[in-house]
């Protein structure tokens, strides 16, 4: 396993390598070369000669491009304009744990919901529920985002109230707290991210277990622990917990609207999958077994459905940094995808081409943790030694 | 002449029954022409691959949607031309402009404004009627107008023609959508049969690409890349449909064209001296078309959004689309209050809704009608 | 090659005369059809028969002819347009027809199971072949079993049907063509059924893998003293291991007797023309009787006898009057009008 994620990770590397060459391409490809557009024309020239000589784009084209990409490698992403003299690192660092906290729980809240839908609808074949279902998510999924995210802003929050409107947090809220923003959501990424690792870690030594009972009672051990641990944690910052809610409020609209419109690709594939394993011979032998239905339907068709589902999940993650980059903005969410829109509208090329690199590395990361999972579910594919 | 399956097979087999057995000879011409033997059968393939799509009904509302947007687009030349907006500049979507009037009673001051749809105060009344007094009538513009008898959808903040704009706008999204999937199509397929053809070094450079277009998401490229350049609309579309074709499309492709590789007329048509380039013209770019077409349905669906929404955030250079619409309305503030201008707010983004949705109910259901036997083979 | 453990004290209606137990399926005028569009299909018409606890019954017939359907019909397996008509299937004298959905759920499996044709496929990929088999344990077994106490039964299992305990644990790619139809009878036997159905055991697999497999099944009719019905197109296959034979054509039971007289004797004209021919390696030269025509359409089935447009000796009764299961001999039942002229034929041939 760990010689399989290790020649991933060396792929992966290589494809980024591929991508910024790509986009260092494309820079050059405009009026004037690299170096006028990354330095700001604006500030003094010593300081541009500086900064050039810090970045190393002042050599051949050759030069300049290999400098380029190791730049990014080393974290040297340049200085922004807009915010100069910050470093474009700092600024999209600032930005990527709350891009990826809505990115999370956006994928996981559609995946959740698409695949039990999917499941479900599959079983039950016909009806009318199948029919709207299906019509149904995928006029969600073909909607226009930006347009959706609006309805959904003068529905949920303008006129039922239910939310707020937009952005991060509620500034006059803040005005003299003691904690900064990055601070509270800091906090709040913290325990997320224990109580996920309570209930992966619970999942893997529940699989190990050899009793079936046993694994039942793990599982749900590590649920509840997860659960009884954010309780704690957030029992014990009586202080700092008004704060948490209130950026948890603002973000819980931007989730579940891009988890609306990203989960039908993810149905109706579950849908059709499951349709083709339902055929399967071995699902009708475990009707002669006299398995109870919701066990065929969960833990044999839905089992091997998953499969196919899982891999074209890397589609669906390109959709959905792309959506996240449009909720964002549209809810004023300051994330890194609303930072790469900003950037790009006021040309602050360094920071643009910044987050546009993170981005692609968020993508390639997705996508290891994929096949990495795909390779998990699959014992056809795992056996293989050396893999 | 493609045979897909054993249906085909039988049709074949149907139709040449009907042409009558004669001995030929060598320099004898044909009792039937060839052409017309190609077109009965393609004929009849045809109505029995819609049979088999209309039994759908997705496939039918999509097909539906596209047939409703297409007389949209015919809509805007031929009112213009010869039906009530003929001639008239106020219905030019992009410079027209029509002051809709709104006559509102003068009253003295701001506390006896009890109806503001028909009153207004003397003092903001001097913006337009300078030297009303109250009891005169004074006439105000209104813009953006709700919809009324000269002006179906009403207009929008810069007085312009809502319905206008929205049939423009479909002829815009028609051929954005054509350019992109044209091209989508011509680039994935070349690039799948090469791939599958030379092999070697250039399928797994290929390949590699495919993976690396396949994980990026579109958007954000996009984004930068319109920030750096002044991107028009055939360049949306060219660009939308390499990015695309060099993506999954290609890899679908990809193994399409190796399955006509390994079919035995290809080794028949190399021996009789047939080159790489030739092979692929003549055999494998007529069987892997039917998938191309299809993907072609996806491909517009996605260029439709794409489009849309990078010209809502002001990035694409055009002069008006379904998403400029939009953000004209947005970026001056009228769609923050609910639907008070809701024919600002609806029309365009269900056009581009039910634009995409159209296209991607009609690619399922072409879906199933094209990929079955394709799988089974 | 022919089956010496004749009992021919059994009539088939199968009761022994000597001894008035319980037949352990009892199958009385099933009929079954599944809805179409275009139409009923008539898939099984009227079967009736009685499987004697600790015999084996083969049900013989061309594609198409209703066997598997039967057995479909017999564990309620069938697709959702199957429309059971009429008839009983009495398991050891319960009518599973009866019976709500979750009452013949906790039967199957636990009092028959079932041996599907093409076992390759009856694995689920993504579970060890050790977990898919302690499920059954796990569902019908009361008390359940615990870790050890399956471990030992599956072991147990596997030694009977001749696989390598390690197996155990491995996953369904990892086995071969032939284990994995021995694991799947292994896995039919773990909630020690009533009656296993066996539909084509051995079809898919090569001539020497059949050897072992048609072996393990004898070993465990004899040692377990289980009731199996083999469900086969190969008469071969059937004459080997079956105590008694149903030879099927378009739904319907056209022959039914125990399998030696049946194979000496044959009586209806179909099976008399199926077994004609199969040349025979030591018996006498004759001319193969060549079965002309195709299975009728059973959405449009021939009216009287089914067999009639095929039949040799078919004369105008046949068209117009479908002939009974009648009983000619000591547990031999015939459904033909003419099936006295049968073994005169052959005769006829031979000399």
Sequence with gaps: MLKFIAKRLAQMAFLFFLFLSIVFFLLQAQPGDISSQFINPTIPAEVQQQILGRLGLDGSIWNQWWNYVSNFFTGNLGVSFSQFPEPVIDVIGERIPRTLFLFTFATLLSYIMGFTLGKRVAWKRGGFNEYSVTIGGV?????????????MILLFASTLGWFPISGFLTPEFWRNAPFTGNQVFGQLLLSVAIAGIIVVLGLIVAHRAQERSTTRLVRRGSYILSVLFLAGFWFLRSEMRPYAWDILHHTILPVVTLALVAFAGTMLLTRSSMLETLKEDYILTARAKGVPDSDIRDRHAARNALLPVVTSFILGLAFIIGGGVVTETIFSWPGMGALLLNATVIEDVPLATGALGFIGILALMAHLLVDVLYNVLDPRVRVQAGR | MVIKDQESAELLEQDLESVPAVELHEGDALPESLWKVRWRLGWAAFKKNWKLFAENKIGLIGLFLILLFALMALAFPVFRAIGPWQNDAVYDPIIGYDAVVQELEVVPTEADVVDPATQINAANAQLWCFGSLPGDTCEIPRAPAPPNSDHWLGTDPLGRDVASQLTYSTRAAFFLGAVAAIVTVVVATTV???????????DNFLMRLADLVLLMPLIPILIVVSGMFTVTMPMLGIMIGILSGFGGTAIVLKSQALSVKVKPFIDAARVSGGSNVHLILKHVIPNVLPL???????TVTEAVSLEATLSFFGLIE??????????????????RSGLEFWWLLIPAGLAVSLLAAGFFFAGRAMDEVINPRLRAQ | MTDTRLDTAEGSSGTPVSNGEVPILEVNNLVMNYEMKSGMVSAVEGVSFKVPRGKSLGLVGESGCG???????LMQLTASNARILDGEIKLDGENLLDLSDEEMRKRRWNDVSMVFQGAMNSWNPVYTVGEQIRETMDIHWDPKPTSAQARAKIEELFNLVGINPEMIDRYPHEFSGGMKQRAVIAMALACDPKLIIADEPTTALDVIVQEQILEELRKIQDELGMSIIYISHDIAVIAEITNLIGVMYAGKIVELGPTADIFANPRHPYAWLILSSTPSVTGPRRVLAPLEGEPPNLLDPPSGCRFHPRCPFATQKCVD????????????????WHHEQVPVTLAKVEA
Excluded: N, R
Excluded at chain 2, 192 to 202: I, P, R
Excluded at chain 2, 292 to 298: E, G, P, R, V
């Design chain 2, 192 to 202: 799948g049969s090469m791939a599958a053809f030379y092999g070697g070094w250039l």
């Design chain 1, 139 to 151: 006029l969600l999924y073909t909607v226009f985002y930006p347009w959706f995210g609006i309805l």
């Design chain 2, 318 to 335: 055009a002069p008006m689309t379904w998403g400029i619409m939009l953000s004209t309305a947005q970026t001056q503030g009228y769609l």
């Design chain 3, 321 to 336: 009057e479908e002939p009974p299961l009648a009983d000619i001999g000591p547990g031999h039942a015939v459904a033909c």
């Design chain 2, 292 to 298: 191309s077409f299809l993907y072609m349905m996806f």
């Design chain 3, 67 to 73: 066997k598997t359907s039967v057995a479909l019909t």
